[in-house]
Each structure stands twice: as C-alpha cells, then as structure tokens.
C-alpha cells in the first residue's frame, strides 16, 4: 500500500522533508488506479510517481559499499547521483549492526533501499480487452507495445496492471505464459497459482495445445506446407535466439551477425523447436506473404528464427532479417542536456502537445498530489532545453542531434554530441507529437534523473506492432480466438515507405 512520507516520518528522517512533504511512496505491491494514466497523442504515459524499491544483497556485492553496487549495477546514474542520493536518504542500508555509512561493506543481513521519482515508458493507448472467462481462466487480447508484466522500467503501464485495476473483483492473478512487448494476441492468465501451473505445464507438452500465430513474412512463402525441426539457444547476454546445428555448434548462417554473450564457463544450451508453416495468402505487391504458424514447442523467438532460417523472416522484425520499419529499427533520440551547476526558469512549453499533456497531468491531479511546501522548492539543477526529436536509423547512434536550449547559448542552436549527452532510445510513429512532453513544474522531482521529461531516457519503446500475432490456443477442454490486427487481413499490403529495401 502506498504511504505518506510525512506520516512514515521516522523511517525517512534524512530526506529533505520540505521537498517531498505528503508525497505518495508506491511500493511493488500499491495497485494501479486509473488517475494514474495519461493519455496523450494515441498513446498511454503514466504520471511520475515516487517509489521505494527494496533488494537483498546478492552473494556478488558482498564486502562492496552501496554506492559501489549501484555505480556497478545500475549505471544509467552517475557515481555523483548515488553519492548524492545516500547523503539525502534516498539510497540507504537496512540492517545489520549500527548506523550505516556509505563506507559500510554490505553482507548478507543488509538490504538496500532506493527512493526514487519513477517515471514509466509509453504504450499505445490501445484496449486490452478481456476475450473470454471460465472458472479458473482469463483470456485477454495482448495489445502490440506492452510487456505482460512488471519489468525494467514498466510496472503500471503493463497488462497485469491494467487488467487487475480494470477487474478487481479477480483478485490476484497469476500469468500462465508471456508474448513479447511487440508481439499482439491472445494471452492466457489463471485466476489461482495451481490453474497457472497446470495450464502451464500443458502448453509446453507436445501436442497437449494446438497453438495458432500469424505472421506477415518478406517474399512470397511456398505454397506447400513445411515444417521446420532446428534446435535453438536462447542468449540472455544479447538477447537473442541461435540457430543450432545438429552437432550442437553455432549455425553462423542465422547468427545475424550477432555473437552471443554468455558469462565466463557457460555455454550456449541448445534445446528442441519445432514449427510448422502454411501460406494463408500473399500480398498484391508480391512483397510479403500472410503465413499461419504452429509451434510444437515454445522456445523464445522460436517462430522469428525459423521463419529466417526458411528465408522469409517477419517482414518488420530487424533482428532476424526484416527490412520493414518495425520495433528495432526507427529509434527516436531524445537529448535531455545534463548541467549539475545551472538553475533553470522552468521548461520551454512551446509545442502543442507539451500544453496538451501538461494540462492532462494537471487536470488529473488533486490537491493532495501536489507537494504542500511548494514556497520551500529547492533548486532544479538540471538545465532544461527545448529538443527538438530526431527519428534517425537504428544503425547511425553515432550521429550529433541538434537541440534548441533556453539557457546557456542565448537560444541559438547548439550540437550536443551522443558521448556528452543521456540518449533516449524512444520508438515513436509520431515522435514530434510526444518526444516533447514535460512534466508540470509542480510534479517534478530536483534530484530526478528523468525530469523534466515525462518519457524516461535511455530506454527503448517498441512504439511498431512486430507483425507476428497470436491467434487461437486450443486443448481438449477449453478453445480461445482473439480478433487479427489491421496488418494480419489479407487485403492489406504494408506502404511502400516502410519498406527498406524499395
């Protein structure tokens, strides 16, 4: 549940009470309420929200100091940051004997605290909606761009979130398998831990659940069925899914160029995937073909790296072969310039959509949001800049953006190089309709690393549905269909100008 700073009083002593007086402290178990939410140019933002994260310290930190770990672990903060953060009580050391100092070595009866402004990445504002119920099943129609659960940066804006604030008479659920953030359809959620575990077990038996995804592929597919039998290795390090050949060696033919980055004395694990494939149709361009795809089995990325391996990758998938723009391939780059000794006026709110979505912040805001001690406001130390996004290629993360700052250079244009500057990696169809988003000035946090922006830099959003989508699941006693995305008709043919090889 969430809890009042000023009524936790003795267990915050060292924050700056005037700063964060009657400020909301969230914590992984506080529940998701639709005031939380923002949406803005066909897209849901959540509103910035103070957070408490709580970790036990891992046999690898032990005999290191707090500051060190979150340096090492946690290195989208600088070093100046943690220390910043300890000296104010927001990093700080539960546990163990006698008053913590941030040259106190960690061991195994410390726990580590981190309070912090947290802001969310987008999604597309698209409905999740409830597909079909039985006793102990929820089958939902995962919308493209959300993760199904809590993960990296995301925690309001995923499906378990949204599902539980819009159905709490469900009580907790419990995910019995999980879709990529990019990838859209049916998505089945047990209502008790033993339905998640039995349905579990199910899907991943061969032949218990006949599993049905559609795919939109590069080329026109053969008419013929075929069936694809390759053992696969997931690497965590990269992210990515190997081809293995039969001897159990890297097929270099379908690394795509990647080298797995496995830890020291580990290697690649290679496991069964198969997959069948039948041709539903092929565009009226020739381009791309409509493919049905039955996986036997459920490795990760097993229907995106067998589709490469036949040669027709999904269309839009970058990773495995794709040429259409799709999740990894536009990127829109937010600069957010960083001046620890400059004051600021407040932020430029010259585009539309700034107004737009600070006034939807503010008009869900009541009173008690707003800090009570805004005559003692502390200085932002961070320079606010007016940016200007920039939508450039996947591959040119080297090249300079240009930026308009209010302060520092009298307005004039300035290049702000990738190596000095927080880059963010948002992915964005429209990127100049919310790339620009700030915070209200009363919301903002000063020792927020986010703020002003209301988007998190540095952190990727898949904002391009994957053109692979799940479509039915079916066991012996239960069937579930979910609707087909625009892209999965068979009418449709993709615009000329998202593909990269025309």
Not at 52 to 59: A, E, G, H, N, R
Not at 125 to 151: F, G, R, Y
Not at 254 to 275: C, D, F, H, I
Not at 440 to 446: E, K, R, S
Request: aromatic share 6%.
């Amino acid at each position: 549940m969430p809890f009042s700073v000023l009524g936790r009083a003795a267990n915050f002593r060292s924050y700056r009470m005037p700063t964060l007086l009657n400020k909301v402290v969230e914590s992984a178990e506080t529940p998701a309420k639709s005031e939380d939410y923002i949406k803005v140019n066909g897209l849901r933002l959540v509103k910035p929200y103070y957070f408490d994260f709580l970790c036990s310290v891992k046999k690898r930190w032990l005999g290191k100091t707090i500051i060190d770990v979150f340096s090492e672990e946690f290195a989208s903060r600088p070093r100046s940051y943690y220390q910043e953060a300890f000296e104010d009580g927001r990093l700080r050391i539960e546990g163990g004997k006698g008053t913590a100092t941030a040259d106190t070595l960690l061991n195994g009866n410390h726990r580590m605290r981190h309070f912090i402004h947290r802001h969310e990445p987008p999604v597309l504002n698209l409905p999740l909606e409830v597909v079909a119920e039985t006793q102990d099943l929820i089958a939902v129609h995962k919308p493209a761009s959300m993760p199904v659960h809590a993960c990296g940066q995301y925690r309001k804006n995923t499906v378990m979130a949204l599902l539980q604030m819009g159905r709490p008479d469900l009580g907790k659920l419990f995910p019995v398998h999980r879709l990529d953030k990019p990838v859209s359809g049916l998505l089945l959620i047990a209502k008790t831990a033993a339905a998640a575990k039995a349905v579990g077990t199910q899907i991943t038996e061969p032949g218990a659940v006949h599993k049905t995804y559609i795919a939109r592929v590069l080329g026109s597919f053969p008419d013929d069925p075929i069936a694809v039998d390759r053992q696969l290795a997931w690497d965590s390090g990269s992210n990515h899914a190997f081809l293995m050949e039969a001897e159990g060696s890297l097929s270099q033919k379908q690394s795509m160029g990647r080298v797995p980055e496995v830890g020291q004395n580990q290697e690649l694990q290679a496991k069964e995937a198969q997959t069948g494939f039948r041709l539903l149709s092929v565009a009226s361009d020739a381009c791309t073909s409509l493919v049905e795809c039955q996986p036997k089995t459920g490795r990760t990325h097993q229907i995106r790296v067998h589709l490469s391996f036949l040669g027709h990758p999904i269309a839009n998938d970058s990773q495995y072969g794709g040429t259409y723009k799709g999740p990894d391939q536009v990127r829109t780059y937010i600069t957010a310039a960083r001046n620890d000794t400059s004051s600021h006026s407040g932020p430029s709110t010259s585009a539309n959509a700034t107004a737009a979505a600070s006034q939807a912040i503010r008009s869900k805001t009541t009173q008690q949001d707003i800090d009570s001690a805004d005559q003692h406001q502390t200085v932002n130390k961070r320079q606010k800049c007016t940016l200007e996004a920039a939508l450039i290629s996947h591959h040119a993360r080297g090249a300079s953006i240009s930026t308009n700052c209010d302060q520092g250079n009298g307005g004039h244009e300035t290049e702000v190089k990738d190596s000095n500057t927080c880059m963010a990696e948002n992915q964005n169809p429209v990127a100049s309709n919310y790339a620009d988003l700030l915070v209200p000035d009363d919301l903002q946090d000063d020792m927020c690393m986010n703020c002003p922006r209301l988007i998190p830099p540095g952190y990727p959003t898949d904002m391009h549905p994957l053109w692979l989508h799940a479509q039915s699941y079916t066991s012996a006693t239960w069937s579930f269909v979910c609707s087909k995305p625009e892209w999965a008709n068979a009418e449709w043919t993709p615009p000329l100008s998202s593909c990269g090889h025309h």
